[in-house]
Structure formats: C-alpha cells, structure tokens
C-alpha cells in the first residue's frame, strides 16, 4: 500500500506539489494523468528516491521511505521507464539480466549469477506470458528490438514482486504493435496481485483501457 | 627464436595491466589515470620488500593490495565527493609520485643480486604465462558472479541498477580497487623482470595497456567475457611483438610513446570511419 501526506516539492520558485495527498491500496491500478511539467515524474522520483520531498511523508507498507536512499527502497518498488534502453543492461544476456535483477534482495554476492535451476525457473515464469523470449536467454539485450527490451524491463522490475509497481509511460516510446503487445502483458501480470501499480500516459485510449482509477495532476 | 620468446614473456606481464585497464576502460566505462601511479606503487613496493628479504611471491601479493587502496582512493574522491572520473585519476596519480618516492626512499631501488620470482624459476616465459592465466581465469569467473555482474551492469547502465536497488558507488569503489590491484600485481612483476624498480616506470603504461586492449579487441570479436579478456592478452603479445618489429625496422626508440599512440586512435577511431564511409556510400546511392 502507498500512501502519501503532505507532500510538498519545489524546484526553484515553481510549486509542484503542495499538501499533495494521495493514496493507493494493495492490488490497486491507478492511472495518472497531467500535462507536461505537472509533476508526474516528479512524483516517481520522489516515491523511488532519485528525489526527496522538501516536507511530507511517502509510506509503503507504513514504512516511511521519504529520505531513504534509493538502493534501499529499491526493494519494495519495481520501475519501467519510457526508454526501453533505460531497463537493462545492453552487454549482459538476456538471463544474465534476469538473474540480476532477481537476486536483487540476496546477499551471497560471490556465487554464480546464472545456474541451470534458475535458468529454468525464469523460462516457467515466462512461457506463460507467450512473449517468445524464452528463445533468447543468450542473446545479448542490446540485440532485442525495443519491444522485446520493454518486455524484458517488465519481467526484470516484476521478478522480486514488489509492492510498488511505477510505469513511466512505458509504452510511448514503441510502435502501435509492440504497444498493444506490452499493454496486454501490464494487464496480465497486474491482475489478480497483491502489487499496487501506478501508471503514467498521455494516451487516452490507454485511459480508458485501465479506468479503474484516474488521478490527474496539475 | 629466443628473442621471440622473450618478447612475449614481456606481453604475458604487461598484459595484467592491461587486465586491470579493462577492468576500467571498457567495463566500468571508467577512464582511470590512477594505473600509472598504482603500476610504479606495485613496483616500488615490491622492490622495497624484496631487498628487505621478503619472499617474492608473497611481496607480489602485498603490492596488489597497496595498489588496490590507490583505486580506493580514486573511487572514493569520484563517488563520494563527485570528482570528475579522470580528475580523480590525475590526483591519485600525482599524489601517488611523491609517495612512491618516500616508499623507495629515492628515485629508484635496484634488485641485483636479490631473488626474484624470475631468478628462482629462470623462465621469464613460464612465470608469465602462470601468472597471466591465473588471474585471466579469477577474473573471467569473478565476472560471472552476483557482484561480477553487477559491476558489469553498472558500467552498462547505471540507472538500470541504482533502479534495482544497487548501490553502485560501492560497485564503482571495488572495480577500481580491483583494477588497480592487477596495476600493482603487474608493476611488481615488470619491477622484477627489470631488475629495479623506479619512480617513472609507470609513465606511458596507461597507452601501452589501452593499445593491447583495442589491438586485442581487433583480432577477436566474441562476447564471451572469458574470450573478452583472453583476447586482451593475445593484443598485449601482438602490442609487444609489434614494437619489436618497428624497432627492428630502424624506428627511434623515443618514437614509440607516439608511435603507440597513433595505434590507440587508429584502433578506436575505426569503427567510426568505416560507419562514415558506410553512410557516405548510402547517401551517394540515395
């Protein structure tokens, strides 16, 4: 669950959020809305820590993560960014990327990132989804087209089951096709789970599509 | 036959440098000026212990770690205080001048007469080839863990993991370190193979690494990081048998430093010449 208090941010003498009040319950999917410069990124920032609030408080769970760096709070938030290149690392296979991403919150460091066990365990997690890219555990991710990227963002920021889930307007830097493709897989994997997600875009049919829960700022 | 030998018994010891150079350069996406002072900081400190009576060996193993504190030093100044990569480089580096001075005592400390892990074994070649291959496959499997690749990861992209929740200044920290280590390891080896040990013996060493890395990188283009960093030992061979080849040719020997510089930005200018030359084709078929 998230829940925001009083939240104030300013960037020089701009106001973005003043007693910004906001709050989100387990499993909820909440669509976001605004025009630009209204804050919606200000706000992922501030809820996964590349920015502190001036004054207010930011809860998951109850615990209040408003000044905790973001390394620590990585952990309870899984985050897609509009650029595909952004959510993973082009030099490393496909299953090396997963693996990284899924050993996020375990401490032995020195031990092998990718073994037979896992390997099999992603490819389980993945065959459901129909996306194909079981076929590509050794490519490298700077091999994939940017939908297949976005896919394995997803995948890579969902794996740990976070409690948060933030898309950036994951989808608008794709073609209508890749689109419709990653869309299908948000619905599949934010269904029917405890993850609360919230997701920012400017595409009304995307809108529409969610509309469980809209909240605009600005 | 032997002088071919030898000339590749030198390419095996200074391709631990050029390990280490990888480390930075190409992994972490990290320029890192400190290697030339951490190369002469390994030298130094091994010829100090060596004429002290200390095993080779193990002086061998003491110059890694004193060279791993410069790269912490280096790491530290660049992610704690957000000083510029390369500045945080030069400061080490200089810094490093006036303490290998004080390490040696003077500008040079010589090891004649003393043993070394050259005098024990007699064989340049096989000492080099050990030492090489030992830490090539360290480092291939080291890579290949949790926190190997994470580092990786981290030189890719760095958003990506900070996203993930590593902390990658930490990350940053324990490349250089382990960077400059293989610096050290390889200025004690160079420090024996010589003879001595002196204040500018890491002047230069920066280029020759960068040189045996694109060269390397030139003659194999394969993923693998294991055939990554083997490659990178074959180009400081190539490097070193090179240069003897252009001395032979009746080339000045202070002309190396700009003959090995023109190589480094020949090999990495290249991939962007042949993108021009395909683009311009494509314009004049358009």
Redesign the interface.
Same mark, same amino acid.
């Given at each position: 669950m998230l829940k925001i208090k009083n939240l104030c941010k300013k960037f020089g003498e701009k106001v973005i959020f003043e007693d910004f009040n906001f709050q989100a319950n387990k499993g909820e999917f909440v669509t976001i809305l605004g025009g630009n410069g209204a804050g919606k990124s200000t706000l992922f920032n501030l809820i996964?820590g590349?920015l502190f609030p001036d004054s207010g408080e930011i809860l998951i769970d109850g615990i209040d993560v408003s000044f905790m760096p973001?390394? $620590?709070r990585? $952990?309870f938030?899984g985050?897609v960014f509009q650029d595909p @290149?952004?959510?993973?690392?082009?030099?490393?296979t496909v299953e090396?990327?997963i693996?990284?991403?899924a050993?996020?919150?375990?401490k032995?460091? @020195?031990?092998?990132?990718?073994n037979r066990q896992n390997s099999e365990l992603f490819k389980e997690k993945l065959s459901p989804l129909n996306l194909g890219m079981e076929n590509r555990f050794n490519d $490298?991710a700077g091999d994939l087209s940017g939908g297949q990227r976005q896919v394995l963002a997803i995948f890579?920021a969902m794996i740990c089951q976070p409690k948060i889930l933030l898309l950036d307007e994951h989808t608008a830097a794709l073609d209508p096709k890749s689109q419709e493709k990653i869309l299908d897989l948000t619905e599949k994997i934010t269904q029917n789970t405890e993850i609360t997600t919230l997701m920012i875009t400017h595409n009304m049919t995307i809108v529409e599509r969610f509309n469980e829960n809209v909240v605009t700022l600005g | 036959m032997s002088i071919y030998i030898s000339t590749c018994s030198q390419g095996l010891i200074w391709a631990i440098l050029a390990l280490g150079i990888f480390i930075t350069f190409r992994v972490l996406n990290f320029a890192d000026m400190t290697a030339e002072g951490s190369l002469t900081l390994g030298g130094a400190v091994c010829a100090v212990l060596i004429s002290n009576g200390i095993n080779p060996i193990l002086s061998i193993v003491i110059s890694g770690f004193a060279a791993s504190i410069a790269g912490l030093i280096t790491g530290v100044l660049h992610t704690k205080f957000k000083i510029q990569a390369i500045l945080s480089g030069v400061l080490t580096m200089i810094a490093l001048y006036s303490i290998n001075i004080r390490i040696m005592g003077k500008a040079n400390v010589s090891l004649l007469g003393k043993r070394t892990v050259f005098s024990t074994s007699n064989q340049n070649f096989a000492v080099g080839l050990t030492v090489c291959a030992l830490l090539t496959i360290v480092l291939s499997?080291f890579f290949?863990?949790?926190?190997?690749?994470?580092i990786?990861?981290t030189g890719?992209?760095e958003?990506?993991?900070?996203?993930?929740?590593?902390?990658?200044d930490f990350k940053k920290i324990l490349a250089l370190m382990l960077s400059n280590a293989f610096c050290g390891i390889a200025g004690a080896l160079i420090g024996q193979s010589q003879g001595y040990a002196d204040v500018n013996m890491g002047t230069g060493s920066l280029v020759i690494a960068l040189a045996s890395i694109v060269i390397g990188e030139a003659m194999f283009t394969k993923?693998a990081i294991l055939l990554k960093l083997i490659a990178v030992v074959f180009g400081s061979i190539a490097y070193r048998l090179i240069v003897f080849f252009v001395l032979n040719f009746g080339m000045n020997p202070s002309d190396l430093k700009l003959f090995t510089a023109v190589v480094v930005a020949a090999f990495l200018a290249l991939p962007n010449i042949r993108k021009r030359i395909v683009r311009s084709a494509k314009n004049v078929k358009n």
């Open positions: 996964s590349t973001e390394h $620590k990585a $952990k938030i985050r @290149l952004k959510g993973s690392s082009p030099n490393l090396e990327n693996a990284l991403a050993s996020k919150n375990v032995n460091n @020195l031990r092998l990132a990718t $490298k890579m | 499997l290949k863990t949790r926190l190997g690749l994470a990786r990861a890719d992209n958003q990506m993991m900070k996203a993930h929740g590593a902390n990658t993923d």
